[in-house]
């Protein structure tokens, strides 16, 4: 909306933190919808998927762009998150759990929509976007209970926030009031 898609012609879809069901219905039955995907987050981590390799059984990587590790490690400066939130149509979060969603603030705060999960902080942050449902709940190695959001919701949102005109100005100013709570 904002920066120049590196894709043009295209709808980008911002994937913050996912539990990776099956993308592959939404790509095999819809090849001609160009859309592109970027992951920020590590390709690899100790105790999640490796994303390189789902994407590439998904047939997503041509499709994908993914934070460069290193910076995403050392911290990307205020103004580069905000041209990389700029470049998005929507941001999808639909995480198994978070804290409080600072990326959801973000996006809102540049204007983007956004679709997280009905859990944590998320219904109260999601103003323009739409929270999915939680299908079931599974307890991690760890003990804590993650939530596992509907894929039937995110492709209906997805969809949906693709065939609505948003005004990124007040996207903005709800993202602000939430914030300083005026």
């Not at 705060?109 to 103003?127: D, Q, R, W, Y």
């Not at 926030?161 to 948003?166: A, E, G, L, M, V």
Request: net charge negative; proline share 8%.
């Amino acid at each position: 909306r904002g920066m120049p898609s590196p894709f043009p012609n295209t709808t980008i879809i911002a994937i913050i933190i996912m539990e990776i069901s099956s993308p592959e219905p939404t790509i095999k039955t819809h090849p001609e919808i160009n859309t592109r995907i970027y992951l920020h987050t590590l390709p690899h981590t100790d105790q999640g998927y490796d994303l390189i390799l789902l994407l590439k059984d998904y047939g997503l990587e041509k499709r994908t762009l993914m934070a460069d590790p290193y910076k995403w490690l050392m911290g990307f400066k205020e103004e580069q998150m905000a041209e990389i939130y700029n470049a998005f149509d929507v941001l999808l979060s639909a995480t198994a759990g978070e804290g409080f969603g600072l990326p959801i603030i973000e996006a809102q705060a540049c204007g983007i929509p956004v679709i997280g999960t009905n859990c944590m902080s998320f219904p109260e942050l999601v103003k323009f976007g739409a929270v999915v449902s939680v299908e079931r709940w599974f307890r991690s190695p760890n003990s804590i209970m993650k939530a596992v959001p509907s894929i039937d919701d995110i492709a209906f949102y997805l969809e949906k926030i693709h065939n609505t005109k948003w005004d990124p100005i007040e996207i903005q100013n709800t993202a602000l009031s939430i914030v300083t709570g005026k």
